[in-house]
């Protein structure tokens, strides 16, 4: 998430860097007024990976957790949507087969809302300056 980021705002043409301070702003201004917004898109675009890639890293809060299906009270191991897929799949069948694919497409929908509410913000970010 850093790295697109800081590729993004490395990315902002020097021109117009130069042209904000060569119209008189300070460069906390151009920082805020001339490279973020230019660089919105990308910094954006790196917030939804991280979002995205944050939601897939299930198997490493597992193995801290416990990875244990208990009743999920502080303390106790937890066991997430997209471990109980990984673990499970080898050997569902019928109807528990069924029941991952649709924690699966819960998943998918999750994932697909966040998506879009953060496009939502990135266009309403766009349309107020």
């Known amino acids: 998430m850093v790295n697109v980021s800081a590729s993004s705002i490395r990315s902002v043409s020097k021109d117009l860097r130069a042209a904000s ?9 151009t920082i805020f007024k001339v490279t973020i917004p230019a660089a919105k ?15 897939g ?7 801290v957790a416990g990875g244990s299906v208990n009743l999920p009270l502080p303390f ?3 066991r997430f949507l997209t471990t ?11 109807t528990h087969r069924q029941v991952l694919f ?6 998918y929908l999750f994932i697909m809302i966040i ?14 300056e």
């Open 21 to 29: 301070l060569a119209l008189g702003a300070s460069k906390i201004q």
């Open 76 to 78: 106790n191991s937890v």
């Open 84 to 94: 109980q897929l990984v673990s499970e799949m080898g050997y569902a069948e019928g």
């Open 115 to 128: 998506n879009l509410l953060l496009q939502k913000l990135r266009k309403g970010a766009t349309e107020n």
């Open 41 to 55: 898109s990308g910094i954006m675009t790196g917030s939804v990976l991280g979002i995205g890639r944050a939601l």
């Open 57 to 63: 890293e299930a198997m490493a809060i597992n193995m």
């Open 102 to 107: 649709s924690v699966g497409l819960v998943l």
